[in-house]
């Protein structure tokens, strides 16, 4: 058992130094009035005040916060039935579809990114094909469709694969029983399949929604600078502005928030997982 202590020890320290210390870094940072340095420094709040008081930025914090629960929302709703339908093909079926789905992922997603705007552009084969029927001049770039749009694409397969993972290793038996007992198809889903898949679909909203919330070269390219959100402002306050302690500030509570909804979540999720179990 001691051999196996020490094998964790490099894991470890390589979260501390990856994970750990540069969370604490920046906390440090954002308790700093920018200018600062880490030797010489007092600490403040004036950061999270200035966040908190602020309309515009709270105004961006509930517009990034609705655009991630609608892409969550539309994730689960086309990729529940995709799952559903994957996991009742046979094994080599099931082979090809889930290499189809991974397929784009193989690809960075910011060259991705980048041909959705050749595609919804003016001159690109969304609006060619919207002019034949009739509605000219519409607007697909640089609207939060678009931003829509761009994020369900990127995000979906995260969704697709954890619900299937979770059908695919259900207990057929467990199906069989419920026909036996004299339920019809539907309340097979809603009494056996749909709770025993709780688990893919919590690590699914899970997976879409935090890279959701806080994604910044998505609305960048697909909403062209005019669909500013929490992660655009977080780039902007360090790259741009170089005020490092606000974002700092910033980027804790994102992650204070994501984590508060993340805990809700597998809240809800074990609370439904013990009503089951009794």
Do not use: H
């Not at 595609?119 to 607007?139: H, M, P, R």
């Not at 694969?161 to 695919?168: E, G, M, P």
């Not at 780039?235 to 928030?257: H, L």
């Amino acid at each position: 058992m001691n051999k196996f202590k020490q094998l964790a020890y490099p894991y470890m320290i390589w979260s501390v130094l990856m994970l750990l210390f540069p969370m604490l870094l920046i906390l440090l940072y954002s308790l700093m009035t920018n200018g600062n340095t880490i030797v010489n420094f007092q600490l403040t709040l004036d950061n999270y005040v200035k966040f908190f008081t602020d309309k515009d930025f709270l105004l961006i914090l509930w517009r990034s916060l609705t655009i991630a629960v609608k892409t969550t929302i539309i994730c689960l709703l086309l990729g529940y039935p995709l799952a559903f339908f994957i996991s009742r093909c046979t094994k080599k079926m099931q082979t090809t579809l889930i290499l189809l789905i991974t397929l784009p992922t193989w690809i960075n997603m910011l060259v991705r990114t980048y041909a959705w705007i050749g595609i919804l552009s003016s001159d690109g084969i969304v609006a060619t094909i919207l002019g034949f029927l009739g509605f000219k001049n519409v607007e697909l770039l640089y609207t939060e469709g678009a931003v829509l749009l761009g994020m369900v694409y990127n995000f979906l397969p995260f969704m697709i694969l954890q619900i299937n993972t979770s059908l695919t290793k259900m207990d057929k038996s467990l199906l069989e029983a419920a026909s036996d007992l004299g339920a019809d198809k539907v309340q097979t889903f809603l009494r056996v399949i749909f709770p025993l898949s709780l688990p893919g679909v919590v690590s699914g909203i899970t997976l879409v929604f935090l890279p959701a919330v806080s994604s910044f070269f998505i609305p960048k390219l697909l909403g062209g600078g005019q669909y500013f959100l929490i992660g655009n402002v977080i780039e902007n306050q360090f790259i741009t502005v170089g005020e490092w302690s606000f974002g700092s500030a910033i980027s804790v509570i994102m992650a204070v928030i994501m984590m508060l909804l993340m805990f809700l979540v597998r809240k809800v999720d074990t609370k439904n997982g013990t009503k089951e179990d009794k």
